[in-house]
């Protein structure tokens, strides 16, 4: 999730470097691995780019001051294609003479076949990015039509996956050409000047009035004008809104938190995770793989390892991965999983999971596993960190960047990624659910549009939340796949709102945990889909029903149509349907948002909770 920023001035102000420094300033937490820009001066593109956080560029612009100009572009980097090096840091430049730049966030799925073509025709490439090949292609399309607008229609047609593309070009002066697929592009509209934006961030300092691009737009912007096609290049138009919120706040989308916007943002996620994840002929991929095939169709055991959420996870990818490809998988704690000497050796497969790459306690495990032979992969947010390097092979999620310290959207692109895993290993192996792959991969890429409409009728968790400000304890039941889910509701509660929560397994509620039932006790139960094997909805209900005849507060988390759930609840929450083993990606939603309300009401630091940090660094 890259920030982008472009901008054109009249002709007479040339500011366009400050102007967009300061959008990049304000999208840093969109991405931190680089940062560049590129600027039309004359008839030349001048550059400046540096791999790491913005500052690095700063420092770079002060040794190398660029040359005054009145259109620009900007980016900063969160990485997915290529490591974040100065080489891979965008803009990057096509065609032979270098006149035009280009800058992209999201992710061109067939990049690789359109590079074979380029290779084929002697163009060369200096970076390992899909970005590259859509600016030789832009080059090449320029010199045909001579419009920057026409030749961004040719080649946005041939692209497939999620864009947003800036360009401009040394013999278009004061023009920018932009356009978007399944990624956010806005439109900021100025007094003579004009801008664009991966969010409106990016140029609120200077106007609150704004459009939001549509799917398949491409926008021309000049210092007194903006003009919107599609792809076919018939006129369109965005949607004006007017922003209303401060310079403060833009960095966070008008939302109070960056919590909230990252909750808000799970449905990209989620998607942006499933990108790009097969090849032409219909086989899922990784990242990066360094374990031969035949290795892992030997695998006969799978541990999974991480903390906190990331655990969490796992857990879920346990009920998924065991029962597609039949292979015994366990979840361990990271910091328990060396120190209790466990069995396993090289045909058993070390799945870690960490949002940063860099959780001290996972890199051990990894090291310790790879020490006796056991064969690893990370599943990990964050490009080219200390796990991936010391693991056999990668699976990225594209959450990316995640400020507040409380996991959400990185959560549900952990659980995305291990069912990716779970599918890749049961292709390879050639398992009895192989043939259903198609069919459940069509199934998870529903899930972002469940998300959507979930996040669109959560006003009334909001007010339970408000309502339960004073409470100091809720307990949260699952089965199955909600068990893990109903641990993550409890621990996001403990992380924001610092009162007792605990998660247990429902099953468990008559060995123990029913003594803890009082009058008026707030008690979440996710009830399992009337589908799921084995009876268990009714079983859950039965839960509900042992615990409300003791005078617990039942506040139910069901599918929707779910009516047999209601005489034992309090409160219905009702979720989208979905496959029983994909239904956490949901079920979790309400009790993220349940948290984030709870502690706000009582006036807490949703984003930033006591004694915690964002990444744990230190065993």
Known sequence: MCGIVGYVGPGADERALDVVMEGLARLEYRGYDSAGVALVNGHEVATAKRAGKLANLRELLAEHPMPPSSTGIGHTRWATHGGPTDQNAHPHRGGTD????????????????????????????????????????????????????????????RLEGAFTLLAVHADAPGVVVAARRNSPLVL??????????????????????????????????????????????????GTPFEVTWDAAAAEKNGFPTFMEKEIHEQPHAVADTLLGRSTPQGRL????????????????????????????????????????????????LAHE??????????????????????????????????????????????????????????????AGPEIAV?????????????????????????????????????????????????????????????????????????????????????????????????????????HGPIALIDAGQPVFIVVPGPDTPHSLHDKVVSNIQEIRARGARTLVIADEGDDSVAPFADEVITIPQAPPLLSPLLAIV??????????????????????????????
């Open 337 to 398: 999983f060396r120190y209790r000497d466990p069995v396993i050796d090289e045909r058993t497969l070390v799945v870690s999971i960490s949002q940063s790459g860099e959780t001290m306690d996972t890199l051990m495990a990894v090291k310790y596993a790879r020490q006796l032979g056991a064969r690893t992969i990370s599943i990990c947010n964050t490009h080219g960190a200390t796990i991936p390097r010391e693991s056999d092979a990668v699976l990225y999620t594209h």
């Open 98 to 157: 270098g006149k035009l730049a280009v800058i992209h966030n999201g992710i061109i799925e067939n990049f690789h076949a359109l590079k074979s073509q380029l290779l084929a025709q002697g163009i060369t490439f200096t970076s390992e990015t899909d970005t590259e090949v859509a600016a030789q292609l832009l080059a090449i399309a320029y010199e045909e039509a001579q419009d920057l607008t026409a030749a961004m229609r040719q080649v946005v047609n």
């Open 406 to 510: 409380a996991s959400t959207k990185a959560f549900l692109a952990q659980i995305t990624a291990c069912y990716i895993l779970g599918l890749y290993l049961t292709q390879l192996r050639e398992a009895q659910a192989a043939a259903d792959v198609p069919e459940i991969l069509r199934e998870l890429a529903a899930i972002p549009d469940k998300i959507e409409t979930l996040l669109g009728r959560m006003d009334r968790v909001r007010e339970i939340a408000r309502f339960m400000a004073d409470s100091r304890s809720v307990l949260f039941l699952g089965r199955h796949v909600g068990y893990p889910v109903a641990m993550e509701g409890a621990l996001k509660l403990k992380e924001l709102a610092y009162i007792h929560a605990e998660g247990f397994a429902a099953g468990e509620l008559k």
């Open 285 to 332: 991929a990784l990242d990066e793989v360094r374990i031969d095939e035949a290795d892992l169709r030997a695998i006969d055991k799978i541990v999974i390892v991480a903390c906190g959420t990331a655990s969490y996870a796992g857990m879920v990818a346990k009920y998924a991965i065991e029962h597609w490809t039949r292979i015994p998988c366990e979840v361990e």
């Open 590 to 619: 309400p009790l993220q948002v349940f948290a984030c309300e709870l502690a706000t009401a009582k006036g807490l630091d949703v984003d930033q909770p006591r004694n915690l940090a964002k990444s744990v660094t230190v065993e």
């Open 188 to 237: 900021g509209l100025g007094d003579g000047e004009n801008f664009l934006g991966s969010d409106v961030a990016a140029f609120i300092g200077y106007t609150r009035r704004a459009v939001e691009l549509g799917q398949d737009q491409i926008v021309t912007i000049t210092a007194d004008s903006a003009e919107v096609i599609d792809f076919a290049g018939n006129p369109a138009h």
